[in-house]
């Protein structure tokens, strides 16, 4: 079955240019398809054409049955008066109004007992518990904890979130609303590591279709089945995740270019026979004119082939200068907190020449904070922190400003390296500045384009220790895997914060982890730091389950006692019950105070699964009794 049906489509914003133009495509229902394409190239164009904000010049649009369809980057206008929690609760508007219909059918059924009654109460609440009614508290706070929407979030007016808070309280409601096709355009730009992991679980069991437009690598490999990419307007298809479009993209290419030179040969080939007939033709054989015209005809449709072309690549590299030593920067007992609140203390460490450290952690954990104090921005409360003599530092920020944004991309490149016009040209070039561009004032710059014109400023120095926040989080796919290239051939000490799995894999050699205001040292890639993780939590686990169950032990206690007097029984298994009960309405009290602790929130689930457990042989155990 069809669930995206496009035909012909096509969709321009300034006459003449079209940046849609005759694309056609289908999506099957269930499928994850990644959408790629330049910046510019009609991806959210697309995106808003599907769901109907924009409309089509030409061609149609068709969307499967009565199938529901929810873009996240389109955030809907709510009440100035409302709240995050009360934002998450209209995704259940369809089963408020089944309840609301269940309570008026209930308070017919008190003065009338028809069958026809009846028959509604029983289809509502058949359909109210196959949506979840009954458990959508839980299913709230486990979307709200999953993409890091805290208990204090939830509380604090919509209106006042920033863009990022407000995109991921979007994607928790289309999320529980369970939207049939999703169409996420860049989900994890706000997400921490752990909240796009989660997000990666629940597409993966996700019974709908799902269309991403992402730059992150990591999950497009993990999410996607199929990949789709814009170009010139059309679409290009690829029958894998993001390394399969990576790898078939390259082969495509080769077979291209290997056709065209083969063309070309045989265009040579033929002008050259071609010449010979038209010359033997004057010597007095008119048909050799005729086997020459056809042979121009062949000639006029081979010479039309186009060399396929790669999109050129920016070419720079840092300036390196030579560090002798081997302390690059010493941390030692260095704490930090804001408004009474510690984010991490005792922090201590040594940095040596040539690594490559990652810190990660959560949104909140302090990560900037830190970067902050590294560079001398910010003092810590207590501790020191000290660099070699001879380290000179360059510190890309995760959001770039510049001291004057009214002047040209040129002028600032001449103010802040005091070069040659021309030279600053050249570097500007190598950074995909060129043309008019570089009279562009700064302010008019996207974020990936100042983060550009950025380390573009800073390779001019030579540099030693190199720290970078979130350097690819503005960045489309040709500029990270150019920053990666650069970086490749960068031989000194380099520290980045990122949530990009892709980066930190390629280059982290040691991992800093801010957690819970814990700070783990590392030494090894990112790949040894997840298993070693995974096996500090299954021995965590493994541990837990070993200890004894108070009240599984007391109940086998209780059956192995001769059942003398069944009335004092029956009293013993009702305390035993009353206690349970009680223990779950404090599991209950726990989740909704830990609703933002994901770690907390699953070890309360576990407690509540066996808690249940032992429940239910409790009741069974009563019913018997009662009976005897």
């Not at 164009?45 to 030409?58: A, K, V, Y």
């Not at 309570?103 to 003065?111: G, I, L, N």
């Not at 020191?384 to 040129?410: C, M, W």
């Not at 003398?564 to 009702?574: C, M």
Request: proline share 2%.
């Amino acid at each position: 079955m069809i669930d995206i049906s496009v035909q012909n489509l096509v969709k321009a914003f300034e006459v003449g240019k079209n940046i849609i133009d005759g694309l056609s495509m289908e999506i099957e229902a269930g499928e994850r398809v990644c959408l790629l394409g330049r910046n510019g190239a009609g991806k959210t164009t697309l995106f808003r054409l599907l769901t109907g904000e924009l409309s089509e010049d030409e061609g149609n649009i068709v969307i499967g049955g009565d199938k529901r369809i929810g873009l996240i980057s389109q955030i809907p206008v709510y009440p100035e008066d409302y709240t995050t929690e009360d934002v998450l609760k209209t995704a259940h508007a369809r089963l408020d109004a089944i309840a609301a219909r269940m309570e008026k059918v209930s308070e017919r059924m008190a003065t009338d007992s028809s069958d026809k009654l009846l028959r509604e109460y029983d289809t509502l609440s058949a359909e109210f518990e196959r949506l979840g009614g009954y458990d959508t508290d839980y299913a709230r706070n486990r979307v709200a904890n999953g993409l890091d929407i805290s208990h204090d979030m939830r509380g604090r007016l919509f209106s006042q979130l920033s863009g990022g808070e407000k995109t991921r309280v979007n994607l928790a409601r289309l999320i529980l609303e369970d939207t049939d096709i999703l169409l996420l355009d860049e989900p994890t730009n706000h997400l921490d590591l752990r909240a796009t992991e989660w997000l990666e679980e629940y597409l993966l069991s996700f019974r709908g279709t799902v269309l991403a437009i992402s730059h992150d690598r990591y999950f497009l490999d993990r999410i996607a089945q199929r990949t789709i990419e814009l170009v010139n307007g059309k679409a290009e298809f690829y029958s894998g995740n993001y390394s399969f479009y990576v790898q078939e993209k390259r082969r495509r290419f080769e077979e291209q270019l290997a056709r065209y030179e083969r063309d070309q040969a045989k265009l040579k080939q033929l002008q050259e026979a071609a010449d010979k007939l038209h010359l033997w033709a004057f010597m007095g054989n008119d048909k050799l004119h005729k086997r020459a015209f056809s042979m121009e005809k062949r000639i006029d449709r081979l010479s039309q082939t186009e060399r396929p072309r790669e999109e050129k690549k920016m070419t720079a590299r840092f300036s390196e200068k030579e560090f002798r030593g081997d302390e690059v920067l010493v941390l030692d007992g260095v704490s930090k907190g804001f408004d009474g609140r510690t984010l991490y203390s005792d922090v201590s460490g040594i940095v040596t020449g040539g690594e490559r450290i990652a810190l990660i952690g959560d949104n909140g954990t302090g990560k900037s904070t830190l970067v902050r104090i590294l560079t001398g921005e910010l003092r810590p409360d207590t501790g020191l922190v000290r660099r070699g003599p001879a380290i000179k530092t360059a510190y890309l920020e995760q959001q770039v400003h510049f001291e004057d944004e009214n002047r040209s991309v040129l002028d600032t490149v001449l103010y802040e390296t005091n070069c040659t016009p021309q030279t600053a040209r050249n570097r500007l070039g190598a950074f995909k500045f060129s043309g008019e561009d570089v009279f562009k004032p700064v302010w008019a710059l996207s974020g990936g384009e100042k983060s550009r014109l950025r380390l573009c400023i800073l390779m001019h120095g030579e540099i030693n220790f190199l720290i970078l926040d979130e350097p690819t989080n503005h960045l489309d796919l040709a500029s990270r895997e150019w920053m990666e290239d650069t970086l490749s051939d960068y031989e000194e000490t380099l520290l980045f914060v990122s949530h990009d799995r892709y980066f930190i894999e390629k280059f982290a050699t040691r991992i800093w982890s801010l957690e819970d205001g814990v700070f783990r040292d590392y030494r090894g890639g990112f790949a040894e730091y997840r298993a070693y993780r995974k096996r500090q939590e299954e021995l965590a686990r493994t541990a837990a389950k070993k200890m004894p169950a108070p009240a599984k032990a007391e109940k086998a206690a209780t059956e192995k006692r001769p059942r003398k007097n069944t009335e004092k029984q029956l009293a013993q298994t009702e305390r035993e019950i009353a206690k349970l009960e009680k223990a779950l309405a404090e599991i209950g009290e726990q989740e909704e105070l830990y609703a933002s602790d994901y770690q907390r929130l699953m070890e309360l689930g576990e407690q509540r699964a066996e808690l249940d457990s032992q429940l239910d042989a409790l009741y069974e155990k009563w019913e018997a009794l009662s009976e005897a």
